[in-house]
């Protein structure tokens, strides 16, 4: 049996499964026999104490009398939030540097090259507390704040009107939700016309129509409220409307602006590989240059582009970490907090490890999952 290489190869694979098992084993059984003779308790129901820290930035109710479950909730809310919305503003600006790098404009094209050498060869911490110091230092008090319009910046962040509580504001949010399913109906609708008669319908501006009369419709149905907190000058703050904290604006904008000049590499690499050709074929039957980017360019250059911005967005949702060195209350600063009170700190890294992984995973099987749907098919 031993001259077979199958069977060779099974028992090296059962020796290392049973080495693996062997030596958690032991990490485990020392880890417990360390934590009881220091009289450390393990397990997870500290998370159902009070807690009795109060969070600054919250998109959950919140108060020090809950519990540190209900706090881990809210860091974990925050820390999906800023990297969702950076995530957006990298991907938009991202493109727009990439698309400029190869502009025929000499200009345009060393101004697009310069930011993404000169971000790019930074730390991003650094960036951040760049950021957060010429939010806190170099803009004016609030009793000076700068204003445009109905919107006010200074050292305690930006001050902007912000509706009053209703609920038609919820209806207005769930008929976005409605347009997006409705506008990607029609965009598969568009497809499958264009694949029967050779000319699809339009796209965007249905898509523009779902957008504005679906969320108007919710909001007309529960009443239509129009009031709006407006933010006023009281003492050394400002009273009403909505504040965004210096903290957010200054990871948002790290955040966004350091990992846009990754994307605008990828995206350059990703239309420069598109045969010269298709381009040439493009000019032949008379499109535009913003036609030939739209329809021709951009859709093959995706099978190139989709694989490395995957690693851009899982970068940044890990780099998002890095907002306590901010005094933003994400996932880690809460954890950190619960962690110095409780002492558990294994349990505490372990579901900070379980999030990130949780979070990593869902990013690569959707951007895996889209890469499928845009990649060429090969007969």
């Not at 727009?96 to 930074?122: K, M």
């Not at 008929?175 to 016309?193: H, K, P, Q, S, Y």
């Not at 009170?341 to 949780?358: D, K, N, P, R, S």
């Amino acid at each position: 049996m031993w001259a077979s290489e199958r069977f060779r190869n099974l028992v090296a694979q059962v020796a290392l499964v049973l080495l693996i098992v062997a030596i958690g084993g032991y990490a485990a059984h020392n880890l417990v026999h360390n934590l009881e003779s220091r009289s450390i308790t393990i397990g997870f129901s500290y998370l159902w104490h009070e807690a009795g820290f109060d969070i600054s930035e919250k998109l959950l109710a919140y108060d020090p009398t809950n519990s540190y479950g209900r706090a881990f909730v809210v860091g974990l809310l925050n820390t999906l939030f800023v990297s969702a919305v950076a995530i957006i503003a990298a991907s938009i600006l991202g493109l727009a540097i990439g698309v400029a790098r190869l502009s025929p404009n000499w200009l345009l094209a060393r101004l697009a090259s310069g930011y993404i050498e000169s971000v790019r060869n930074v730390p991003l911490i650094l960036q951040l507390l760049l950021w957060y110091g010429v939010i806190t230092d170099v803009l004016p008090p609030a009793a000076d704040a700068l204003r445009f319009g109905p919107v006010y910046l200074s050292q305690r962040g930006a001050s902007l009107p912000w509706p009053e509580p209703h609920g038609a504001w919820s209806a207005a949010l769930l008929g976005l939700v409605a347009a997006f399913v409705a506008t990607l109906w029609w965009w598969r609708r568009a497809r499958r016309i264009q694949m029967q008669r050779g000319r699809a319908p339009a796209v965007v501006w249905p898509g523009l129509l779902f957008f504005v009369a679906f969320p108007a419709l919710g909001w007309a149905l529960l009443g239509a409220p129009t009031g709006l907190s407006t933010p006023v000058l009281g003492g050394f703050d400002f009273e009403g409307g909505k504040n965004v904290s210096p903290e957010f604006m200054a990871l948002f904008l790290g955040l966004s602006i350091y990992t846009a000049a990754f994307i605008a590499e990828i995206v350059r690499g990703g239309i420069l590989a598109v045969p010269k050709g298709q381009t040439e074929a493009s000019e032949a039957i008379g499109l535009s240059r913003g036609q030939r980017l739209r329809l021709v360019i951009l859709p093959q250059a995706l099978r190139v582009i989709i694989p490395p911005l995957t690693s851009q967005y899982l970068n940044l949702t890990k780099n998002s970490s890095l907002a306590v060195a901010i005094g933003y209350p994400d996932l880690v600063s809460v954890s950190n907090t619960t962690l110095n009170q409780t002492g558990q700190a294994i349990e505490a890294i372990a579901l900070m490890m379980a999030v990130y992984l949780t979070l990593s995973l869902a990013i690569s099987g959707l951007m895996n999952w889209y890469n499928h749907r845009v990649k060429l098919v090969e007969r």
